[in-house]
Nanobody, 123 residues
Framework: QVQLVESGGGLVQAGGSLRLSCAASGRTFSGYNMGWFRQAPGKEREFVAVISWGGDSTSYADSVKGRFTISRDNAKNTLYLQMNSLKPEDTAVYYC????????????????WGQGTQVTVSS
């Protein structure tokens, strides 16, 4: 089991920045590829970004590429998502998730999930 707890969400104006964190406990954090997903009201959960277990490979959704940066600190068992140039359409609950496989973007390919943190971007 891997337990994941997100933090860092909040209310921000369009054009602003936020940094989300995801603290992991349980099984070895560094053994998992980690991802961020988001879900807006009335919409399906969607992929945002993923990072390999060693942090050397990343992949992003086109909608956030160039604005968001995923990173991890295995010594601190923590995953991050730096979000810059935020837009109202980025408003959603953001979730971190863990998977053993690489190249995964579908939610059902991730085994462990946090409870989510709300990000609201005002126009």
């Amino acid at each position: 089991q891997v337990q994941l707890v997100e933090s860092g969400g909040g209310l921000v104006q369009a054009g602003g920045s936020l940094r989300l964190s995801c603290a992991a406990s349980g099984r070895t954090f560094s053994g998992y590829n980690m991802g961020w997903f988001r879900q807006a009201p009335g919409k399906e959960r969607e992929f945002v970004a993923v990072i390999s277990w060693g942090g050397d490979s990343t992949s992003y959704a086109d909608s956030v590429k160039g604005r968001f940066t995923i990173s991890r600190d295995n010594a601190k068992n923590t995953l991050y998502l730096q979000m810059n140039s935020l837009k109202p359409e980025d408003t959603a609950v953001y979730y971190c998730a863990a998977t053993r496989g690489w190249g995964h973007r579908a939610p059902d390919q991730f085994n462990y999930w946090g409870q989510g943190t709300q990000v609201t971007v005002s126009s």
